[in-house]
Each structure stands twice: as C-alpha cells, then as structure tokens.
C-alpha cells in the first residue's frame, strides 16, 4: 500500500458529551473541506480506497466505530481510536469534547 493523501480535522461535542459525534464532525471537518479527486487521479475506482481514520478523543471507548466508517461514501475504512483530544472543562461540570482525526489515504500501487 503506498499512502497517498493525508487530511486532518477537529471536532467538537459542545454540551452533550458524545465522542462519536464529536469524532464524526472531525471526520466531516477534515472531508468536507477539500475536493481531491485522488482515486481519478491515478485511474482507480473509488472503492479502491484504503482508509485509515485515526481519531484521538479522552474517552476511546465511548466512540462507536461503526457510526463513523457511515460517514465516508466508499473505499475500505479502517477506524483507529486512541486516548487524545481534549475534555475542556466547563462550569456545569459535563466537559466539551474536542476529537481530532488524520484520515491517510493509500492505494495497492508500486511506489514510482
């Protein structure tokens, strides 16, 4: 596999404490910013895909996976949850959730 895009996003969960969301607005923060068109670039088919999403929240256990390989249209999503982001405290004592994730594209290709 050759990785050939990486793309970073955060996302936050204001007031309701969910990672999953929080993770997932990341997701969309890092995909909805961008127009690449990678798979066409190198003549693949999108479903060729492979992707790796990395998402570092407080609380790992509390993201639901599957919630998050939805958000992408195609390819083969690999999810990866990992002690990080951040919990900002707040005065009514329920913290917001900061996710931060690095999506990293890759294709079965020979590396030029």
């Known amino acids: 596999m050759v990785r050939v895009l990486t793309e970073f996003g955060m996302g936050t969960s204001l007031r309701r404490r969910d990672y999953t969301q929080a993770a997932t607005r990341g997701v969309q923060d890092a995909l909805w910013h961008n127009s690449i068109n990678i798979a066409e670039l190198f003549g693949f088919p999108k479903e060729a895909m492979q992707i790796l999403l990395e998402v570092g929240v407080q609380q790992p256990d509390a993201v639901d996976v599957d919630a998050l390989t939805q958000v992408f249209p195609y390819g083969q999503v690999e999810v990866v949850v990992k002690k990080g982001?951040?919990?900002?405290?707040?005065?009514?004592?329920?913290?917001?959730?900061?996710?931060?994730?690095?999506?990293?594209?890759?294709?079965?290709m020979e590396k030029a």
């Open 85 to 108: 982001g951040l919990d900002v405290p707040r005065p009514d004592g329920e913290p917001t959730v900061i996710a931060n994730v690095a999506i990293s594209v890759s294709f079965a």
